[in-house]
């Protein structure tokens, strides 16, 4: 698998991830609970510990996900024997999931089941911690497009790959997050106009994992893989 290709889709799925409907809307509520209560334009010393904060949030759960990514690797390389069936099933996955991105036609997806954490973070440690575990318990809204890439991360055969997906993944979500919190009153702007945007980015979000699934269950995957790289060179 070509690793530009590979990276570059995780990081727009990321991106992705930031925009769904239950993570775009909630973001304010995240830095409340990482900053306290978080005026529009907080002091210069309140937005760097923010800023500070989110950052530790981001790596709790950004080493959440590679170390997911890490165990799919390992178990397909385990099963590697079966690597066309694993494709197979991995793919109808993966398409199910973007299909219910546009459809909606699997209710218990929509279930959301997230971590209640009762003391706000204090310190780097705490917010990294924090951010662990809100990565383990994330709502299913986010799953869908989290499974797909840790699964295409696992069609890489390489333990280094897979968690590289997994790292550029958590830079496409992360990274909005911490502009977020450095930038909050552009933010709320900025939010306010994407609000009318979600459902849109929703259905982008369920043909990316449909395009995933079929390359994946194709194995085409690999195939786009050198394209890009043949044109790279090209170039």
Known sequence: MNNT???GVSFVAGLLSFCSPCVLPLIPSYLAFLGGSVPSSPKPGARFRLAALTTSFILGFGAVFTVLSILFSGVMIFFGGAVLFINI???IVVIMLGLNGLLEFLPFLNYE???RLSKRPRSLVEGFLAGAAFGAGWSPCVGPILTG???LAGQSGALFDAALCLVFYTAGLG???LAASVLLDRFFVLTGKLKTRLPLLQ?????LLIVIGVLIISGRYQALGA???RSGYAL
């Not at 259905?203 to 043909?207: A, L, M, P, R």
Request: net charge positive; no cysteine.
């Open 113 to 115: 089941k997230r971590l």
């Open 5 to 7: 290709v590979s990276v």
């Open 89 to 91: 099933i991995s793919g």
């Open 203 to 207: 259905k982008i979000s369920g043909v």
């Open 227 to 229: 394209f890009f790289a």
């Open 149 to 151: 890439i840790l699964l």
């Open 175 to 177: 990274l909005p997050f």
